[in-house]
């Protein structure tokens, strides 16, 4: 019996044109429920970094969060689209280990940088919303990050069952603070959420996918990839801690740059929050959830380093990206945002 999607339009993401001939297949298997059809040596040829084979990553993990409006549910599974999806996992897998050959394998050299606000904050994206971003481009920062804030630690909560011990209690106790700790107006997507709708941004899930470019698919396929595949559970945990560490001083930046801007008391409180909750979190997270994975599993230090080296490799990629586009007066999406995006 085939098993139709359940989700509406309004909480899982709609299908968006392909940008090249992976993505391209990947859509039209979805619309049709056939097999992807593209060369043998598609994913092989394709660049691990351009749209084509981000946004074909991109589509095919997110059948296994909420999925597509009219896709059916058991396409999450399809034994066809899944060997697609490795090919391309193998390729943007490979050219993150090229690109980070060089990159620490201990992880308190890998963490060290991350504990100490540098002294020259010039190249940094945050840094420089806070003291000279204008309104337009708050918008645009946040119409960007929703493909990840709306699904806030959900690529993290995968690891959890693989874990054990000390691990698990204090992934589990940050996990339970991200998802509002038992409060549903409390998690932390729904005040993402809340941000967007002060910005005059459409806070659907996945509304903005059709103006992402490849620079922020890949630092939310990233996840995606570390999460769904047990083998690499070492680095969705240096992922996840690259991310708790470098969030509270980055918050409060940007909550910064929201008062200066005045873009709203729910704008402001979304990064408020986080400054004051992932200072705690950053203590769980090296000490408990890190400490405890390699007291358990020692020979995945090298994972743990690789994981977040990949974090900073992608959020600097994509720093430069913005600011690159920003210098020069145009939008860092693939379309620029209507002034209010129609909403008022």
Not at 18 to 42: I, K, M, N, Q, W
Not at 159 to 169: H, M
Not at 234 to 260: D, I, K, Q
């Amino acid at each position: 019996m085939t098993v139709r999607a359940t989700f509406t339009s309004d909480t899982c993401a709609t299908l968006v044109e392909g940008r090249g001939p992976l993505s391209t297949a990947v859509v039209t298997s979805l619309l049709t429920g056939d097999p992807p059809v593209c060369a043998d040596d598609a994913a092989e040829g394709a660049d691990p970094w351009g749209e084509d084979l981000q946004l074909a990553l991109y589509l095919l993990y997110e059948l296994h969060y909420r999925g597509f409006d009219s896709v059916d549910d058991e396409r999450e599974w399809d034994p066809d689209l899944l060997r697609l999806r490795r090919q391309m996992e193998d390729r943007f897998l490979r050219a993150l280990r090229a690109d980070l050959s060089d990159a620490p394998t201990r992880v308190e050299e890998a963490f060290a940088p991350l504990l100490v606000e540098p002294v020259d904050l010039g190249d940094s994206l945050s840094h420089q919303l806070e003291k000279s971003g204008e309104l337009w481009q708050l918008r645009e920062y946040a119409a960007l990050r929703s493909l990840y804030h709306l699904k806030e630690a959900d690529p993290h909560a995968w690891v959890i069952p693989r874990l054990t011990g000390r691990s698990k209690a204090a992934m589990v106790a940050i996990e339970y603070d991200e998802f509002g700790a038992g409060r549903a107006d409390r998690i932390h997507a729904r005040l993402f959420a809340d941000l967007m709708q002060d910005l005059g941004l459409d806070s659907r899930y996945g509304h903005y996918l059709h103006q992402a470019p490849a620079p922020l698919l890949a630092t939310v396929n990233v996840m995606s990839l570390f999460g769904l595949h047990r083998a690499l559970r070492g680095a969705l945990v240096g992922h996840f801690a690259c991310v708790e560490v470098t969030s509270s001083p980055g918050s409060r930046r940007l909550a910064n740059a929201m008062r200066r801007c005045e873009a709203g008391k729910a704008a402001v409180h979304f990064y408020a929050e986080h400054v004051e909750a992932d200072a705690v979190h950053e203590q769980l997270v090296r000490h408990d959830v890190i400490g405890g994975l390699l007291t358990d599993e020692p020979g995945l230090e090298a994972d743990i380093a690789f994981g977040c080296a990949a974090t900073v490799l992608l959020e600097d990629r994509l720093g430069a990206f913005i600011k690159a586009k920003w210098k020069e007066q145009q939008s860092a999406l693939r379309t620029p945002l209507p002034p209010r995006d129609g909403l008022g």
